[in-house]
């Protein structure tokens, strides 16, 4: 079986964001870059695939190619998924942060071209937030989607999907081929190990360019501002119940 992971480069989730001061966007400029968290759960499932670990059998997995559609920068983030084990990587360069309608455009021709049995992708790319790519990839290629998977078992031409829904837990059954999004207690992802780390780099990366792909990327949306939260209001101490009953009733107005 062969697993298409798509890796996202996004600002690094220690990192404070800090909007621009034209309100444009997020001032990335010097800022640290990862692997997107839900991506580096999806790259772990993925080698266990291969390695059988847990509820998987050895071998499940056969192969895994991950994609990234990013800056130069994002063949780190695609090191990083060779290290913890997966076996080839696509960097589709492109300079501009593309909606997610344009990335899982991009992403139906990459997977036309190697064919994967299983598409396991992040939930939701923490700097964008959109939750959308890996819905709008089933859709465009007609596939069954089974998102925010915090269990998956793979048997045969089908897989097992335990999501986490409000106030509980769904299984779901997908035939194969099928798209599958991780949510955060999927796994905990391992830390590559120096001889891995070695090993990645005579890894293949295959380079390739957005406009090799043919797809309509123009955006749809337009960004109007981006702002910081609101700043948190100082709490109170309050010296016992009574006062705090009192401060909710009088001043909060919550009683
Ligand atoms: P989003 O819908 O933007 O929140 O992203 C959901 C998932 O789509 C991410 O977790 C990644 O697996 C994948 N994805 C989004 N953007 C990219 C990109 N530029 N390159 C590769 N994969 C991406």
Do not use: C
């Amino acid at each position: 079986m062969k697993v298409l992971v798509p890796v996202k480069r996004v600002i690094d989730y220690n990192v404070k964001a800090r909007v621009k001061p034209d309100q444009s966007g997020v001032d990335l400029a010097n800022v640290k870059m990862s692997m997107n968290p839900f991506d580096e759960i999806a790259v772990e499932e993925a080698v266990r695939l291969v390695e059988g670990k847990e509820h998987h059998a050895a071998g499940t997995a056969t192969e895994i190619v991950v994609v990234s559609i990013g800056p130069a920068q994002a063949q780190e983030t695609i090191r990083t998924a060779l290290a913890m084990g997966a076996d080839r990587g696509v960097l589709i360069q492109s300079d501009s942060d593309l909606e997610p309608l344009a990335v899982a455009k991009v992403l139906q021709k990459v997977v036309e071209e190697e064919q994967p049995n299983l598409v396991l992708m992040g939930k939701q790319a923490i700097d964008g937030d959109n939750n959308a790519v890996g819905q709008m990839l089933a859709a465009l290629l007609g596939w069954p989607q089974a998102t925010f998977a915090s269990k998956l078992v793979v048997a045969g031409d089908s897989a097992e999907v335990t999501r986490e829904i409000d106030g509980g837990l769904q299984t779901l059954k997908v035939s194969l081929p099928a798209v599958v999004t991780t949510d955060l207690r999927l796994n905990t992802p391992r830390y590559a190990s120096l001889p891995n780390i070695m090993k990645a780099k005579k890894k293949e990366i295959a380079m390739k360019a957005v406009a090799d792909y043919g797809v309509d990327t123009a955006p749809r949306l337009k960004v109007l501002k981006v702002t910081e939260p609101p700043k948190r209001q100082a709490g109170v101490k309050v010296d016992n119940a009574a006062d705090l009953v009192a401060k909710l009733r009088n001043e909060a107005g919550v009683l």
